[in-house]
């Protein structure tokens, strides 16, 4: 009986290891839909039309009491202004970093 369950054991073994081997070696690949990359120039960049930043440049900058303006080569300023400040805000102390001892 013993012999029986060794011998079934055994070739239950050998026909999945017979099975599994007839799939082991892997389809080729096709390539084909990558030709046209291999294809074209790779240094050429597809442009519809030209872009309307290229003429556009920083003319000057000024600063003062927090507020800035940029003029630029079109003629528009841009200002940037801090954040108002809102007095009725709680305001939390920042403690300073706690030093190793």
Not at 18 to 37: G, H, T
Not at 60 to 89: H, K, M, W, Y
Request: proline share 11%; with cysteine.
């Amino acid at each position: 009986m013993m012999a029986a369950r060794t011998w079934m054991s055994i070739f239950a073994v050998v026909a999945v290891v017979s099975v599994r081997a007839a799939d082991d070696l892997p389809q080729r690949l096709n390539f084909d839909r990558y030709q046209p990359i291999l294809n074209s120039t790779l240094f050429s960049l597809p442009t519809a039309q030209p872009s309307l930043t290229t003429h556009l440049y920083i003319k000057s900058a000024q600063r003062s009491c927090g507020i800035t303006r940029f003029n630029l080569s079109d003629g528009r300023e841009i200002v940037i202004s801090p954040p108002p400040i809102d007095d009725n805000a709680i305001m939390y102390p920042t403690l300073p970093p706690k030093l190793p001892k």
